[in-house]
C-alpha cells in the first residue's frame, strides 16, 4: 500500500473510532439516498448491508444532480448516504472528518474499465488505436466536474466538458464535431447508458476496438453531519464485512449486474492510464477479493 493510500486509511480508521456502535436493532431508519437510475445495484447492497447489521431502512431518494453538487450536500447532511465514485475532493472530505467513506467496492472494480461511445458513422475510427499517444488524436467528452477529465488530461487527451449528459445531450454535440468521445464505464455502459441512449439518439453505438482502464471505484459514503451518521456508518461498516464473508455481496451484485462476457475485454486493446490521486490498493484489503478481474478469472 502507498503511503499516501495508508495516510488515507489512518485517517478512516481514526474517524470511525470517533463513531461508536449506537445501532438500534429493529429500528426503521429514513435515509435520504443518491436515486441514480443506474444505481439500483449500490442501493441494494448498501440496504442489504443495513439489514446484516439488524437496520430495516426506508430509502428516500435525493434530487439528481452532477458530482460536484452530490458532494456538497452530502457535507451539509441534505443526502445522508450516496456512492458517487471516489475522487480528490472526496478523499480530501473524508481526512476532514466530513464524510465517512467505507472502502467496499460496490461495482467490484468495473468502473475502471472505460468504453468509448460514438456516432455510428465513426464506429471504426479507433481501428488503428494502440497507446495513449494514438488516442490523444481524438477528444473526449465528459460530464461537468468528473475526475475522469484530470486522468485524461494528465496523458495528453483532450477533454470538453458538458452539462447535461444523462438523455444523450451530448450526442448533438458529437454531431457537431464537438468532441469524438464519449467514455464511460464499460459494464454501465452496456447495462443501462447506452440502451437508454439509443432510445432517444440510435445514432450512438459503443466502441469494438479499444478500453481505457485506470483505477476508479465507487465506495459507499455517508455524510458526517446527518441525522444518524453515527449508526448509518457502523451499520454499512459491519454489513458489509459480514457480505463480503458469507458471499451474500456476490449474490446481490449477481442479481442486478451482469458482467460483460470476457470476449468483451479480450477482443479489444486495453490502454492504461495512472490515475495519480490513488491506485488499487485503496479498496481495503479485507475486500479485495471482490474486484473482478476479467483477464484473471
Not at 439489514?51 to 430509502?59: D, Q, R, S, W, Y
Not at 441534505?78 to 475522487?87: A, K
Not at 482502464?213 to 454499512?236: G, I, M, N, T
Amino acid at each position: 500500500m502507498s503511503a499516501h493510500n495508508r495516510l488515507i486509511f489512518a485517517v478512516i480508521i481514526c474517524i470511525s473510532s470517533l463513531f461508536p456502535p449506537e445501532i438500534a436493532v429493529g429500528k426503521r431508519y429514513s435515509i435520504v439516498v443518491q436515486a441514480d437510475p443506474h444505481l439500483d445495484f449500490a442501493r441494494e447492497l448498501c440496504r442489504t448491508a443495513l439489514e446484516k447489521a439488524g437496520i430495516e431502512a426506508e430509502f428516500i431518494p435525493a434530487p439528481l444532480c452532477n458530482e460536484r453538487r452530490q458532494l456538497d450536500m452530502l457535507r451539509r447532511g441534505l443526502v445522508q448516504l450516496d456512492m458517487m465514485p471516489v475522487t480528490p475532493k472526496r478523499l480530501h472530505a473524508a481526512r476532514n472528518g466530513e464524510i465517512l467513506m467505507i472502502p467496499v467496492p460496490l461495482d467490484r472494480g468495473m468502473l475502471g474499465w472505460r468504453l468509448n461511445l460514438l456516432l455510428h458513422s465513426q464506429r471504426d475510427m479507433l481501428a488503428d488505436v494502440r497507446s495513449v499517444e494514438d488516442l490523444a488524436k481524438f477528444t473526449m467528452g465528459q460530464g461537468e466536474g468528473w475526475m475522469d477529465v484530470d486522468l485524461y488530461e494528465a496523458v495528453g487527451i483532450r477533454t470538453k466538458q458538458v452539462r447535461r449528459w444523462r438523455d444523450a445531450e451530448f450526442v448533438q454535440q458529437m454531431k457537431a464535431g464537438y468532441f469524438q468521445l464519449f467514455p464511460l464505464g464499460l459494464e454501465e455502459a452496456l447495462d443501462y447508458f447506452l440502451p437508454h441512449f439509443q432510445t432517444i439518439e440510435p445514432d450512438i453505438v459503443a466502441d469494438p476496438y479499444i478500453l481505457v482502464k485506470y483505477p476508479w471505484f465507487r465506495f459507499p459514503a455517508v455524510s458526517a453531519v446527518a441525522e444518524d451518521a453515527r449508526a448509518l456508518y457502523e451499520a454499512l461498516q459491519h454489513g458489509f464485512d459480514i457480505m463480503a464473508q458469507d458471499g451474500s455481496f456476490l449474490e446481490v451484485f449477481s442479481h442486478y449486474k451482469k458482467l460483460p462476457p470476457k470476449s468483451a475485454f479480450s477482443e479489444r486493446t486495453v490502454i492504461e492510464i495512472p490515475n495519480p490521486y490513488y491506485a488499487y490498493d485503496l479498496v481495503s484489503e479485507k475486500y479485495r477479493h471482490l474486484l473482478y478481474d476479467p483477464l484473471r478469472q
